[in-house]
């Protein structure tokens, strides 16, 4: 029997059921002093460390992002696409040699000659690549359990459970941000941010969004900080003047600043007092960095990626010693217009990314700065006239100093869109739509482990990683995946 709600059972569920008691009056000392004990016991960073979260919304399509280069499988590709005679373009498929450029070399090959390269648009990423500061986790999703094709189909729900809501924009969204579908208040990233306030000066800079409110970055404790790409947001009446007059201005500023024997208005108050130390905190620290490094002009990611950078080279200035980034790009929905418009991103993601890790080693932190990738969903291998639709599995992209890279992680999925009892008919559930042999909570476990994450706390940040590895009987679904140092 399958535990699908293990987020009741965890020290952290303990911890937060005891904070609530404490707020109803009857168990406050024992509440805080549980609470300080615990993420006091999660870990003590003397270095320094980040993770960096770049989502794809709207579902990237995984077969023209990562794309099978070998000729058996590259021929097959072309054939479920719409390809042209002669492995040229045609349908939804990228000509062979439209890919050489960007073929990926790995240090060890891949079983039955597989080989993999790149889209074209993703020079920047290719080369990272092959100089080994990069990794491709192959065919990842979300599961709740390890499935196969058959279980997958089985109506025994409760032996064989799927992600809720498979194939939903939102939910998957959530699912993979958070474990749990769009309603869910805490996320993975927030869940390593409560285990690392204990390390930061000021905790409230341990989880930072630069683009806007996502369910990934919010923990029990941690609070997720946004910021824009021009820097801290600022209160428009106490950073500026208010009718053209200062005195307004500081009337102002101290009206929504001083105390309150009001409970809820003196809420307000702290919350405010907050964020206007904060902005002069990351404004101050933001000041100090200068990167020479150059990132593409035009480009939404780019630009958040570079605050992100800044906000890192100010790490000291902020007190930080663990921190949690998240950025994204959307624009990924490509029922339509796949061949089109789908270049435009991967560069937008490539030039990114790279200009990212070129600023990370100017910093002098390359092997302490971790990014990967992430989205809803892959996509299906077929094609529905102009575009690809929702799939399930994808294949991810990790970067860093710290990366075991110029390799393969995980399964290379057959090239096949075919429903037969055929063990390379096993692995997609229909269309070509993937049916994930590594699971999120597998890849961010990784992640998690090289952050600092200690073994025993892994439960409560990630409640369906329990159902994989030598522990739970299954070996094939190693909790740790071996791509990073």
């Not at 990069?134 to 064989?160: E, F, I, W």
């Not at 390593?192 to 029990?220: P, Q």
């Not at 995980?410 to 994930?436: F, I, M």
């Amino acid at each position: 029997m399958h535990l699908l709600t293990p987020e009741l059972h965890s020290r952290r569920a303990f911890l937060r059921r005891s904070a609530q008691l404490g707020m109803a009056g009857t168990a406050l000392p024992l509440a805080l002093n549980l609470a300080a004990m615990g993420e006091a016991a999660a870990f003590t960073a003397t270095d320094y460390k980040a993770l960096v979260c770049v989502f794809l919304y709207g579902g990237n399509d995984y077969a023209n992002t990562v794309v099978t280069y070998d000729d058996a499988s590259y021929n097959r590709y072309s054939a479920i696409r719409g390809g042209g005679a002669g492995q040229t373009a045609g349908g939804i498929a990228l000509a062979k040699a439209a890919l050489t450029p960007t073929l990926l070399n790995p240090t060890q090959a891949l079983p039955d000659n597989r080989q993999y390269a790149l889209h074209p648009a993703m020079g920047g990423l290719a080369q990272l690549f092959n100089g080994g500061k990069a990794a491709v986790q192959l065919n990842v999703g979300p599961l709740v359990v390890p499935l196969t094709r058959a279980q997958y189909s089985s109506a025994d729900r409760k032996a064989y459970p799927v992600p809720p809501k498979l194939f939903s924009h939102n939910d998957q969204q959530s699912v993979w941000q958070s474990s749990s579908p769009e309603g869910s208040t805490v996320g993975w990233g927030g869940n390593l941010g409560d285990l690392a306030l204990s390390s930061n000066g000021n905790s409230l800079f341990t989880c930072i969004s630069v683009t806007g409110n996502a369910v990934y970055l919010s923990g029990d404790a941690a609070l997720q900080y946004q910021v824009s790409t021009g820097g801290a947001i600022a209160i428009n009446g106490v950073k500026n003047n208010v009718y053209g007059q200062s005195a307004v201005r500081s009337a102002l500023t101290t009206l929504i600043q001083q105390p309150s024997n009001h409970t809820l208005e003196d809420e307000y108050t702290r919350v405010t007092r907050r964020a206007i130390a904060a902005e002069s905190s990351v404004t101050s620290g933001l000041a100090g960095v200068s990167l020479a490094t150059a990132f593409p002009a035009g480009n939404p990611l780019a630009d958040q990626l570079k605050m992100v950078a800044r906000l890192i080279g100010a790490r000291q200035a902020l007190g930080a010693k663990r921190q949690v980034f998240m950025v994204s790009l959307g624009g990924f929905d490509l029922h339509d217009n796949l061949i089109a418009q789908q270049p435009v991103l991967m560069q937008r993601l490539s030039e990114a990314m790279t200009a990212f890790y070129n600023a990370t080693v100017e910093l002098g932190l390359a092997d302490k700065v971790t990014a990967f990738t992430a989205s809803d969903f892959g996509r299906t291998l077929t094609s529905n006239g102009d575009g690809s639709d929702h799939g399930w599995g994808g294949h991810h992209l990790v970067v860093g100093g710290a990366v075991k890279g110029q390799a393969f992680y995980g399964t290379a999925p057959p090239v096949s869109v075919a429903n037969t009892a055929a063990p390379e008919d096993q692995w997609h559930v229909g269309q070509g739509r993937l049916l994930p042999t590594t699971s999120v909570d597998q890849y961010a476990a990784t992640l998690a482990r090289w952050f600092g994450v200690g073994p025993g706390e892994m439960a409560g940040i990630l409640p369906n990683l329990g159902h994989f590895g030598a522990a739970a009987g299954r070996p094939d679904y190693p909790v740790d995946l071996g791509f990073m140092g």
